[in-house]
């Protein structure tokens, strides 16, 4: 429309600049609308904002947005079975003071036998035998001396080694029913024959009614008295020691009977 007022080359010469300046600014429309423009404007920000959120965020970071908050992460998971494994001892791990109430048969090695072993045999006295070879020679009796061959070993605690006749090559000597050995040897001895083979064990509960005294002084005043250093040190710790419970000091001794001096 033609401005009241104004002559109609004003209309077109003001027609003329905004389409000159239309094309300048590269679009066909002279104007849009104000809200039109306006959405036009804000909706690429949008566009474009939630594309870097994504780009900085990452894969992983929409992945854990999508995952219900309530389960575990993945590193949680990959380190459960570590944490079982660790936990796993302290749980199962008995009372190490019930256990050792509870342990009536340690000193017993019956309550242990693998197929094929030959069981011990308990004298009225508390010791136990079993007889490993049946000798053919004689009988002693009391009043004469034998002749043994010995290895012991400190077997209710890590089964130390006492000692070897056989590789100290010092076989013992004692008169039988003279009190100069062990009760547990005088006992054993005085039921073989030359030639036999038997195995003694000493409950450690037993162990200075049928072995050694638990006093320093009184303890070698009978025999076998073990002549390597290592050997009474392995003896006396097992005996001296009061941390030990009564089956730590059972006592397991092969005995092969060789000779009968008259």
């Known amino acids: ?132 070879r049946e000798g053919t020679g004689a009988t ?10 010995w290895v012991g070993y400190t077997s209710g605690y890590q089964a130390k080694k006492i000692e070897s006749t056989r590789e100290t090559d010092a076989p013992y000597a004692f008169k039988l029913g003279a009190g100069e050995a062990i009760p547990a040897f005088e006992e054993a001895v005085s039921q073989m024959r030359v030639g036999g083979i038997r195995r003694i064990e000493i409950p450690g509960e037993l162990e200075e009614k ?11 005043a009978v025999g076998p008295v073990p002549q390597t250093l290592g050997g009474r040190r392995a003896l006396d710790f097992v005996l001296d020691n009061r941390t030990l419970k009564d089956f730590n000091r059972t006592l397991l001794f092969d005995i092969r009977l060789s000779a009968i001096r008259k």
């Open 210 to 220: 049928l072995a050694y005294s638990r006093d320093p002084s009184q303890r070698y």
């Open 140 to 149: 002693p009796q009391p009043g004469q001396t034998v002749v043994v061959e």
């Open 1 to 132: 429309r033609r401005r009241a007022g104004g002559s109609e080359s004003d209309t077109v010469d003001m027609n003329a600049a905004a389409l000159t300046a239309s094309r300048v600014a590269g679009t066909s429309a002279i104007r849009a609308p104000p809200r039109r423009r306006a959405a036009a404007v804000r909706a690429p920000a949008i566009v474009v904002r939630a594309t870097r959120d994504a780009h900085e965020s990452g894969p992983e970071s929409g992945r854990r947005e999508e995952e219900p908050a309530s389960l575990p992460s993945r590193r949680a998971v990959a380190l459960a079975p570590v944490a079982a494994a660790l936990l796993a001892p302290l749980v199962a791990r008995p009372d190490p003071a019930r256990a050792d109430t509870e342990c009536t048969e340690c000193s017993n090695s019956n309550s242990s036998l693998a197929p094929g072993d030959k069981p011990f045999v308990q004298s009225p006295s508390g010791a136990r035998f079993a007889d490993l």
